[in-house]
């Protein structure tokens, strides 16, 4: 019987590992721009919430709080446009990623079934497939898949890593063909409050899904918007039949998310002034990440949201990654994503405004 090891992609951060001592070894120390994790303060709204809950010695419930759901549905009817949203239609759950990597095995996917996700996207997509032994499948276009023994159909706007952000007419003709032959959308939007050059738009929106969330399911995290990653606060929205197959399940399987951080995570969905400064650091990093990438001859391609640039010089991506950990900054190579990317590196903007200014510096230079 094989092991998990033969089911899996290796893991593809391992291989940055020698650049990075690379980048560690510049007089100036490294910037690592390689990896989209929080650098900056968990807001002290936050923080206060998790102290005063820090005396939750009982089991937590999988669903959540009473006061969970209601900050759950009440953000998804705001911030996404939703309209009236029920407890039935929203599910916290343990970091993002995690929900990612086990949904197809707790939907019951298996041999024969097929999951579909972008050709150029985070790796988890299809980590999650071969997880539940089904087979992965990426596209190009989501409405020209064959949908034979097709289950599932990952969207992800704004992307990880492009940045690309699908408009309100896309992701409708996305939704549509997935109801057309009964297949269910998952859309990971977990970086929709950074919009730049463009306004993303949730699935769960009427113009996107015509009022129903029949077949529709949306992931968000709070880990960019909050800076909560250390936290692993994220949900679920949308189809009640889906959510409640998947309350069943992580019911047995235990997957709660800890009392402290239902109360943090209230406190970060009913504040929207630290989601307001976050955007204005993680925006004026960008202006001037962009502005010494296309100085020092990059070229950057979509881009108008999340908290990456996607940077070519039209060169194999790990001959860029090379050529900058010996500047000190460390970058994650485009292959990471799928093949489509072998010529383009992608570049956080989640660094400090010290080291930013270091990478410019570098990059400029």
Known sequence: MPGVSARLPVFPWDRLEPYKETARAHPGGIV???VGTPVDPVPDVIRKALTAASDSPGYPTVWGTAALRDALTGWVGRRLGAGDVRHTEVLPVVGSKELVAWLPTQLGLGPGDKVAFPRLAYPTYEVGARLAGAEPVVYDEPTELDPEGLRVLWLNSPSNPTGRVLSA????????????????VLSDECYLELGWEADPVSVL??????GSFDG??????LSKRSNLAGYRAAFAAGDSEVLGELLKIRKHGGMMVPAPVQAATVAALGDDGHVTEQRARYAARRTALRGALEAS???IEHSEASLYLWSTRDEPCWDT????AERGVLVA???FYGPAGD??????LTASDERVAAAVERLRG
């Not at 992701?171 to 269910?184: D, I, K, Q, S, T």
């Not at 990654?321 to 900058?324: D, E, I, K, N, R």
């Open 32 to 34: 690592d721009l390689s």
């Open 216 to 221: 529709v399911v949306a992931v968000h995290s």
């Open 169 to 184: 007419g896309e992701l409708r003709a996305a939704v549509g063909w997935a109801r057309e032959h009964g297949v269910l």
């Open 321 to 324: 990654v090379g050529a900058l």
């Open 343 to 348: 010529r383009f590196v992608r570049v956080a």
């Open 333 to 335: 190579p485009g292959d």
């Open 297 to 299: 001859g990059f070229r």
């Open 205 to 210: 929106h009427p113009d996107v899904c015509g």
